[in-house]
């Protein structure tokens, strides 16, 4: 990419621009050379543009920079006298200035400026006012002139300062001129002269001199006590400026809250790139040795995402031209894949396909154009299953004539028959990515993903994850648990409309090839049988009792109830006689895109998640959208209010609340379960069948479980009691 490529505004304003997103990082991550005359510096500036600066460093690039000092009366008057020359008293002030940056920043930011200059990627020279007029004078030019590899240049002059306040905290407006448009370049030109009569030391009122050589030389050898690794470095960086934000002042806590912030500080934790562990490397390695096709089956908080990622590196540096397609279960999805995109540094275009895009086809078809013209040898597509399936994306993909990645999240659901035309065999290469790769109730789904992506190439399964320790963190990946079944017993009109459904599911999967009409009616059946067992009224005394217990014993705090559509204003309404408890709905309702002020500066989903983890919601009521990808690691306790013998459910939502958190040193589970009344000899079989399924997922739950003994005991004393009816 070049500067030209980006998507850029000739006039921006901190008020309705997320100045360091939107401006700063993008140009510096394409920039070769950069030439600012700014009034105030600070080291921090690029703390805050630390994704970008890591670019800027990796294309050879060189900084120029002059800075003002400020001198005092007293400085004016020594220098009137010829007691001091200019030169000692900005020598003087800049050391002064530098012990004081040294034991505020704990030498990192200091060692990044003398790394900088040591190496040549920055020079600096120092301006002031040559008379006194008033006391106040200052170099109150802002100009900044960049230019990328292929000679596009751009400047900018306004009211921001090279440091973190200019570009994240002060209230800024700048206006930018482009080389490639008609018109801009006088306004170029005559910024660039400027800046080199300054340089040169050729201006009538301000004198710009060299940075003073003790300044300079200490600054270096503050770099040089200890090998520097660069990229370690302005990760450390960032890390401490999310410490150092976290305790900055009530005006810059108060300023925290605002959308600005909040987008600065996703910035900055975004640079602290992913380091993959050995086993991530040993999946990629698998995959590349199955012909890049597989299916990683990794247990949810393993890493799947940047492990996928982490190959998609090592194929974009083999293919020098790559369409990669990522298909997420649903929307939101593909924002955290975003987000992960820039934690792993793969900086390529990306295009949102998906209904919020309504000019998504446009878009795309000008990407395939110019990857075929060599414009854009590489790009990402970020869409839903369900896009990735449509008639018009299957269309544009045929046009596409370079090498194509399609990486599946959640795997699982691309087997289902109304998505299986997406697995188009013009893919090239293909990843799966599944906790839970096989199909409930549907072999002949599991066998096409298996064909279509070429088996299951790695598996880090849970007990691995639970019992594993991480060597960067000390602790296992995932949080152990104890689980406790509490068992309620169906109504008869629930036995009967369930026993009825078996009968009907039995006759379709007797046959031993099924037509498409018929393979829709079984996946119709099979949901509508889970559903008696995930909503039958006999589970709100039990969930009610169990609120109670934990309400008076005060563990409500972070407590996930899972819970199906039909169940949800029921549980809140029980939840509700309980006025000390705080709660709130997590649904798909709850809007994932859009950030607003109201929720300061989130999506409505970022801030229910961000009041949840700190305390201020006890309880989070939520519906299928946390069954896949939407990470809760706060979570203390979960209530599984809709389990069923689906194992991608119960493993999913398992996972979610297994995440590791600071101070998290358990998670409980309370699954709320369903079983027969009594084995009715009308039904024996069916009965049978479906309290085996029911106490295979509690099987699946013990083993895992820090309480097994417990458990195993719980399921030798429901099958003594189905075997006192003739179970």
């Known amino acids: 990419m070049s500067l030209r490529d980006l998507e850029l505004k000739h006039s921006y304003t901190s008020e309705k621009d997320n100045i360091l997103k939107d401006f700063y990082i993008p140009v510096l991550k394409e920039a070769i050379d950069y030439k600012r005359i700014t009034g105030y510096f600070s080291s921090s500036s690029f703390l805050t543009a630390a994704t970008g600066l890591s670019d800027f460093i990796r294309n050879h690039g060189h900084l120029q920079f002059i800075l003002n000092v400020v001198l005092s009366e007293g400085d004016y008057e020594q220098i009137e006298r010829g007691t001091r020359s200019p030169e000692e008293i900005i020598e003087n002030n800049l050391i002064c200035d530098l012990t004081t940056l040294e034991d505020e920043f704990k030498r990192n930011h200091v060692k990044l400026l003398g790394w900088l200059i040591a190496y040549g990627y920055l020079e600096v020279k120092i301006g002031y006012i040559k008379e006194r007029w008033t006391g106040n004078e200052i170099l ?56 080199n009569d300054l340089w040169n030391n050729q201006s009538i009122k301000t004198e710009v001199i060299p940075f003073p050589e003790a300044v300079k030389q200490r600054v270096i050898s503050i770099a040089e006590r ?226 279509y992506f070429g088996r299951v190439v790695y598996t880090f399964d849970l007990h691995r994850a639970i019992n594993e320790i991480n060597p960067d963190t000390g602790e296992t990946y995932l949080t152990p648990y104890e689980y406790y079944p509490i068992f309620v017993e169906l109504t008869q009109e629930d036995m009967d409309a369930y026993s009825k459904l078996s009968g009907q599911i039995a006759i379709l999967c007797s046959k031993t090839s099924r037509s498409k009409s018929e393979r829709l009616k079984l996946e119709q059946m099979l949901r509508e049988r889970q559903d008696i067992l995930k909503n039958t009224c006999t589970k709100y005394p039990a969930f009610a009792d169990l609120i109670n217990t934990l309400a008076e014993e005060k563990e409500i705090k972070q407590t996930l109830i899972y819970c199906s559509p039909q169940q949800i204003e029921t549980v809140q309404q029980l939840i509700r006689t309980h006025r000390g408890i705080v709660q709130h709905r997590f649904t798909s309702k709850e809007d994932a895109t859009p950030r607003q002020e109201k929720y300061c500066g989130l999506t409505e989903r970022e801030y229910l998640l961000d009041k949840f983890s700190k305390g201020d919601y006890d309880v989070l009521v939520a519906i299928r959208c946390l069954d896949e990808g939407v990470d809760v690691p706060a979570t203390r306790r979960a209530i599984l209010m809709c389990s069923s013998g689906n194992p991608k459910e119960y493993i999913q939502r398992r996972g979610r609340v297994l995440r590791r958190a600071p101070g998290k040193e358990k998670a409980l589970i309370y699954d709320i379960t369903a079983v027969p009344t009594t084995i009715d000899g009308r039904y024996a079989s069916i009965d049978t069948k479906m309290l085996e399924s029911q106490l295979k997922r509690l099987g699946e739950f013990a083993k895992d479980a820090m309480n097994q003994g417990y458990i195993e005991r719980e399921i030798f004393k429901i099958r003594q009691k189905y075997s006192a009816y003739g179970g």
């Open 140 to 195: 109150h030019q802002k100009i900044g002139i960049l230019a990328d590899k292929e000679n596009n240049t751009l400047s900018f002059s306004g009211s921001n300062n090279e440091s973190a306040y200019g570009w994240a905290y002060n209230s800024e407006k700048f206006k930018v001129f482009f080389s490639w448009e008609m018109n801009n370049n006088e306004f170029i030109a005559q910024d660039i002269e400027d800046f």
């Open 226 to 451: 200890e090998p520097i690794d660069i990229d370690m470095l302005l990760k450390n960086i960032a890390k401490s400026q999310i410490r150092s934000v976290h305790g900055s002042n009530d005006r810059q806590k108060t300023w925290l809250q605002s959308k600005n912030n909040q987008a600065f500080e996703e910035e900055i934790k975004a640079y602290v790139a992913i380091r993959l562990r050995t086993y991530q490397y040993e999946a990629i390695d698998a995959w590349f040795k199955n012909g890049c096709r597989g299916i990683f089956e990794m247990a949810t908080g393993t890493g799947k995402t940047y492990t996928a990622l982490g190959a998609l590196k090592q194929l974009l540096e083999r293919e020098q031209k790559l369409v990669t397609i990522i298909s997420v279960p649903f929307l939101h999805l593909a924002n955290q894949w975003e987000q992960s995109l820039h934690k792993m540094d793969i900086s390529l275009p990306i295009i949102h396909v998906s209904s919020a895009n309504p000019k998504w086809r446009e878009k795309l078809r000008t990407k395939i154009l110019d990857n075929r013209l060599n414009k854009e040898k590489q790009f990402i597509i970020l869409t839903t299953h369900d896009s990735i399936s449509s008639e018009s994306f299957i269309e544009l993909m045929h046009d596409v004539k370079s090498p194509i990645l399609l990486v599946g999240d959640e795997v699982h659901g691309l087997g289902a028959i109304t998505r299986l035309e997406a697995l188009l065999p013009l893919y090239t290469y293909r990843l799966g990515l599944s906790a839970t790769p096989e199909r409930y109730f549907d072999e002949l789904g599991t066998q096409e993903l298996m064909q």
